[in-house]
């Protein structure tokens, strides 16, 4: 069995990343790792936020109950479009660089040897430009990786 780790980056943009995963998971009989991973900038703000939230309630919000919202959020994206049928694992972390390197420690840490991307077209020909952690991971990753277009 060959089980993958799915990166998703936006919830609205990446269901069709999820949906490709879903597939080689079902065709492969394959577990799946499905990771966000939030910049500091993103988590800060999502604590600002909290904390606002926690000063109007009276209580307060630590980093646990901030990851596992952020957990909730693309729990819920890999509930719809996996459904039941697939096994997977939710991971959030925070983490502004290497992004590439703790992307290829976790596939490893979790024994997949599958990796799916999101990647982005960037010029007016419809060329694909890879961004620096996906060509990293692509060059550094051992296994398989699909990067999806959007």
């Known amino acids: 069995m060959s089980d993958a780790l799915v990166v ?26 499905v990771l966000s991973l939030v910049t500091t900038d993103e988590y800060e703000e999502v604590a600002e936020t909290l904390d606002a939230i926690g000063k109007v309630e009276h209580t307060t919000y630590d980093e646990g109950t901030i990851l596992d919202g952020l957990a909730s959020d ?37 024994d997949c040897d599958h990796i799916f991307l999101p990647g982005q077209r960037r010029s007016p020909t419809g060329k694909a430009v890879f961004g620096d952690r996906t060509q990293r991971v692509i060059l550094d990753f051992g296994g398989y990786v699909t990067v999806a277009m959007d």
């Open 8 to 33: 998703v980056e936006d919830i609205d943009r990446d269901r069709q990343l999820l949906d490709r995963a879903r597939s080689f998971a079902a065709g492969s009989d394959s577990d799946l790792v």
């Open 74 to 110: 693309v729990s819920d994206l890999a509930k719809e479009v996996l459904g039941e049928d697939i096994a997977y694992d939710v991971r959030v972390e925070v983490a502004d660089e290497d992004q590439a390197d703790r992307i290829i420690t976790l596939a490893d840490e979790t």
